[in-house]
Each structure stands twice: as C-alpha cells, then as structure tokens.
C-alpha cells in the first residue's frame, strides 16, 4: 500500500511521540508499505519553524531528510495534477497545506496517516 505520511504524522514518528496511534505505527513498520512525505508537508515544517510557530532543534531539514532516508521515506513532489485537482476540492478544510496533501492521496491512490478528523471530510483512505 501507498501511505503519505500528514506533516504531524511524520514528526510524531520521527520523534517517538506517543500521539501517533498503533494502527499509524504499524502502517510505518510494515515493509510492504511504500512510505511517501508531501513537499506541501517540508513547506509547512520550514513556514512554521520560520515563524516560531514549531520549535524543532538546529539542523532540522538535515535530521528530517536522515530520518526519511532511514526509513525509506521518499518526498512526493507537487505536480500540476495535484494542484489542477486541489482546484475541485470541497472547502471542508482550510489549512492549505492539509488540502494538497488531501489533492495529492486521490490523484496518487494513497492512503493518509494522519490525526487531524477533518480529513475524513474527504474521499480518501485515512489511517488515524
């Protein structure tokens, strides 16, 4: 299965936070999953961390691009597809970055590991 990973679900895996639920857990360890990371998910981390919205230590694009490495975790690029099809989506969610990770799982088939219930707005298999 192809699982992308919401930018809270990343950050909780890498960090061993326990907000991150069993069933997010075992679709991150399961071999057979295909790991993916949206670049709309690093553009959040960088607006965030830039604003002093999200506290993460010195280094962290480096620590974040190990870890992803480490775990098999492969950027999913935003292409114009996402964006063409970002345009059809219901405003359910507001969060821009949360809408193309959204536009990105039904253009690619993928399944969202993610905690944020306003994602179950949308047609999309959620892992929660």
């Known amino acids: ?4 990973l ?8 890498l960090s061993g936070d326990r907000r991150l639920s069993s069933r997010g857990r075992d679709a991150w360890l399961d071999p057979t999953n295909a ?10 981390i960088a607006i ?7 506290k993460l230590a010195p280094g962290w ?6 870890e992803m490495q480490r775990n098999g975790i492969r950027f999913l690029p935003i292409r114009a597809e996402h964006c063409n099809h970002l345009v059809s989506l219901p405003l359910h969610h507001r969060d821009p970055f949360d809408r193309m990770i959204i536009a990105q799982a039904q253009v690619e088939s ?12 949308y047609e999309i298999d959620i892992i929660w």
């Open 61 to 66: 694009d480096r620590i974040i691009n190990d």
């Open 48 to 54: 965030k961390v830039n604003i002093g919205k999200l």
């Open 35 to 44: 790991l993916f990371f949206s670049m709309a998910g690093y553009w959040e």
């Open 110 to 121: 993928m399944t969202v590991v993610s905690a944020d219930r306003q994602f179950s707005q």
């Open 6 to 13: 919401d930018t809270q679900a990343l950050l909780w895996s």
């Open 1 to 4: 299965m192809d699982i992308l």
